[in-house]
Structures are given as structure tokens and as C-alpha cells.
């Protein structure tokens, strides 16, 4: 451990400020303890019966500082038909230990996870570790709109075989359940069984394809 006697103007005010708070003593030096360059904390100090001053610098390394997660969210495709699955990923620094997500699909989700929104969709996540929540981050996923291939009623029996299978394709790809957790494709023959059992289920039928 360093030890240098400094005969400064602040340690004289240092010395002043002593005495007025021990009471008189007599003329001494002052002997600062573990300084490195010209900067220390003190900790501790002691003078003895002839006035010496004795101050100890603090070593302890000073406390780290409070960092909190910044974080942001990607969501991959952006864009999705609807029904469609989008990977929603939130990355923080420094690293969160616990997520708060906004949006639906996400309660059970940590640093991420996958959605199958029907209509365009903003989701949020709030990233916390040991020292608080960080900011708040966003992803948008956006439902397009596909260009029609075809219009009208829905074919019949006696409709050419081609627009028959355009139309069941284009039911299949909006009638997916959202609602009960499943991405399936329901098939134009599972809608006849349903609407001929007269469950109520509801089904989007396609006015383009």
C-alpha cells in the first residue's frame, strides 16, 4: 500500500474541518493512505496525541452500474396471408430473465415464439432482469390482401373442374381456427359435414380465389 505525506492547501482545509469536530490539536502532518495518483475516497481516519492525521482510502472497486434490458422484436415474415404463422423474437442486452408480452397467441411465450394472427396485429414485449423492466418493443405483423384469381359464387357440380379447385383452395386457406390454438386447413368436405350436423361453427367462405 502507497503512502505519501501531502503538505496541500486542501489538506490543510482537510485538517481545519477536523479540528472542528475533534476539538484542538496540536500542529502535525497529515499521511493519506492507499492514494493512487492524486484521488482517493476516504474510509477511515485517525489522529493521534500530537496532531498527526491518518486517512485511509477506500480500495473497494466502485458498485457496477444499474443496467436494465433494451430490447427489440422482430417478427419474421412481416407479412403473412391470413392464418399464416410469423416468428415473433425479442432480443435484449443485457439479457432479461422474464418477458411481458402484449398480443394474442403470446401468454405463454419467453424470449419469443410463433403467431397466426387473422388480421395485421401489433405485438409488444417488455423485457426485466435483476435490476428492472427495460423499454417496451414492438413488431407489427401485417395481414396481405391476395390478388383475386377468380370471382363470383361459389361453382357447382356442373362449374369446370379448375375453378372448382381454385375455390377449395382459397376456403381452405381462410378457414384455419385461430380460436381454438390449431393452424389446420379445414377441407370443403369437413364444411358439408359441419353444415349438414348443424354445428355452429363459422366458416368464411371466398368471394375471390
Known amino acids: 500500500m502507497n503512502t505519501k505525506l501531502i503538505n496541500t492547501r486542501s489538506a490543510v482545509i482537510g485538517l481545519v474541518l477536523l479540528m472542528l469536530n475533534v476539538g484542538s490539536v496540536s500542529a502535525g502532518s497529515i499521511t493519506l493512505s492507499g492514494v493512487t495518483g492524486n484521488s482517493c475516497s476516504y474510509s477511515t481516519f485517525t489522529v493521534d496525541s500530537n496532531?498527526?492525521?491518518?486517512?485511509a482510502c477506500n480500495t473497494s472497486p466502485p458498485p457496477a452500474p444499474t443496467l436494465t434490458p433494451t430490447?427489440?422484436?422482430?417478427a419474421s415474415p412481416s407479412t403473412i396471408s391470413a392464418g399464416s404463422i410469423s416468428t415473433l423474437t425479442a432480443s435484449c442486452s443485457p439479457a432479461a430473465t422474464s418477458y411481458a408480452w402484449t398480443g394474442a397467441g403470446t401468454a405463454n411465450f419467453t424470449s419469443g415464439g410463433t403467431v397466426t394472427p387473422t388480421a395485421t396485429t401489433t405485438y409488444t414485449v417488455i423485457g426485466t432482469n435483476g435490476d428492472g423492466p427495460g423499454n417496451t418493443a414492438s413488431a407489427t405483423v401485417?395481414?396481405?390482401?391476395?390478388?383475386?384469381?377468380?370471382?363470383?359464387p361459389a361453382p357447382t357440380s356442373t362449374s369446370p373442374l379448375t375453378e372448382i379447385v381454385r375455390w377449395?383452395?382459397?376456403?381452405?386457406?381462410?378457414?384455419?381456427?385461430?380460436?381454438?390454438?390449431?393452424a389446420e386447413q379445414v377441407s370443403y368436405m369437413a364444411y358439408n359435414k359441419q353444415m349438414q350436423a348443424a354445428k355452429p361453427i363459422q366458416y368464411h367462405l371466398p368471394t375471390t380465389w
Open 168 to 182: 377449395n383452395r382459397a376456403f381452405a386457406a381462410l378457414n384455419k381456427f385461430p380460436f381454438d390454438g390449431k
Open 71 to 74: 430490447c427489440s422484436l422482430v
Open 51 to 55: 496532531g498527526n492525521l491518518t486517512a
Open 142 to 152: 401485417t395481414i396481405s390482401v391476395p390478388a383475386p384469381t377468380g370471382s363470383g
